[in-house]
């Protein structure tokens, strides 16, 4: 676990500093801050994308993935009872902003397969490398959207906890063989890509409601093994 608690340290260290360095900074640059987030992101996602796309053994299971979340995000009201939470609390921007973050730092590669050959193989290199990227990102986050950016910090930590006792108590399971890893990665980078075009209001996707679609590749490669 050395390598998630180094890597959380990281992104709050990160968020600090940013928010240091945006008390000095004028409206003008935070607006050019935001349109740099916003292309970041899309650029991210489809390289994600693109990446996880050709290795997966399933290349149509993301659309399938997306549409079965999206309808059980949006039966929930996930967005909308996030929007309703920040919209009361004032604070409906960095709201995005922890969303978009939270993205960017979780479906990734380095995320998964890190807390995986930690548990696995006790390798942190994964995790250490995933760190120093994540204290660069998080700390234009917080120039960005402001100290609140910490609160990604939290959500990382749970993410890459839960794979790494998963992979602890299932090493042997064929979910950490096979390409579960790749269609996480092809549908996080679909996120990702949907959190920039929000970011530059070019379309409010609501992604939240497409975080569901992260549970159908779980549920398809557990029914696999199965047989």
């Known amino acids: 676990m050395i390598g998630t608690i180094v890597n959380t340290c990281c992104i709050i260290a990160g968020s600090f500093v940013g928010s240091l360095m945006r008390k000095g900074i004028d409206e003008k640059y935070r607006v050019v801050l935001f349109d740099a987030m916003g292309l970041a992101s899309i650029a991210l996602g489809a390289s994600a994308f693109t990446t996880n796309i050709a290795k997966s053994e399933f290349p149509v299971l993301f659309i399938a993935s997306l549409a079965i979340g999206g309808l059980i995000g949006t039966r929930i009201g996930i967005a909308q009872r996030v929007e309703a939470f920040a919209q009361k609390k004032g604070a409906s921007q960095l709201m995005q902003g922890i969303t978009t973050a939270s993205l960017l730092y979780c479906i990734g590669t380095l995320s998964i397969v890190g807390p995986i050959l930690s548990a696995l193989q006790g390798d942190n290199t994964y995790l250490f490398t995933n760190s120093t ?95």
């Not at 204290?135 to 100290?147: D, K, N």
Request: neutral net charge; aromatic residues 8%.
């Open 133 to 227: 990227l994540d204290l660069v990102s998080s700390t234009i986050f917080g120039a960005t959207y402001g100290v609140g950016m910490i609160w990604a910090a939290p959500i990382l930590f749970c993410w890459q906890g839960s794979i790494y006792a998963i992979a602890k108590l299932a090493s042997s399971s064929p979910l950490l063989q096979g390409t579960l890893v790749n269609d996480l990665g092809v549908i996080g980078g679909v996120l990702i890509i949907c959190s920039g075009l929000s970011i530059l209001n070019i379309k409010d996707c609501k992604t939240m409601n497409l975080l569901p679609s992260l549970i159908v590749p779980v549920i398809w490669h557990l029914v696999l093994s199965l047989f």
